[in-house]
């Protein structure tokens, strides 16, 4: 039974109220629901909106924990020009490198396979000439990768 009948219910036969009998206090709340579908409405259960929590943000020089390395959170790098129209950014989990083209229009799937995340990367152009570089950290759990067993013997 939806839960609201039952309160109706209790409503209805409230001897304050209407004190009707539970069996007509029921037939009374089904007359009503079928008036209520019958144009077309329904009863639904309302949901509370997700609060959904400001992102939080890192700058560059700080120095990321592993609890902070969570979904969501953002980290911005300083990156390091190179060659052919790529810059070099940091990682915001460790101290190897993404090697990204030096577009502020592209958004880069970069995984450091090392620390298991995964990140979606911006570059911003800082007008001076460089880039900073702003990961989001998608997945905080890697996926668990194939890889060849050593002295496996062939199944079957
Ligand atoms: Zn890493």
Not at 17 to 39: R, S
Request: glycine share 8%; aromatic share 8%; hydrophobic share 40%.
């Amino acid at each position: 039974m939806r839960l609201y009948r039952a309160k109706l219910i209790e409503l209805l036969t409230d001897p304050g109220q209407l004190a009707l009998e539970p069996e007509h206090a029921e037939q009374l709340v089904g007359q009503m629901e079928d008036v209520i579908f019958g144009y077309g409405y329904d009863i639904v259960l309302k949901r509370m909106p997700e609060e959904r929590p400001r992102a939080t943000v890192f700058g560059p020089t700080h120095t990321m924990a592993s609890r902070e390395l969570v979904e969501g959170v953002i980290v911005r790098r300083y990156t390091a020009l190179a060659r052919g129209g790529t810059v070099w950014s940091e990682m915001p989990c460790c101290s190897r490198w993404a090697h990204l083209k030096a577009d502020p229009l592209l958004e880069f799937a970069v995984r450091c396979q090392p620390c298991g995340l995964d990140y979606t990367a911006v570059l911003v152009d800082e007008s001076d000439g460089g880039y900073l570089a702003v990961f989001t950290i998608e997945v905080d759990e890697a996926p668990v990768m194939s890889r060849r067993r050593p002295n496996a013997r062939t199944i079957g």
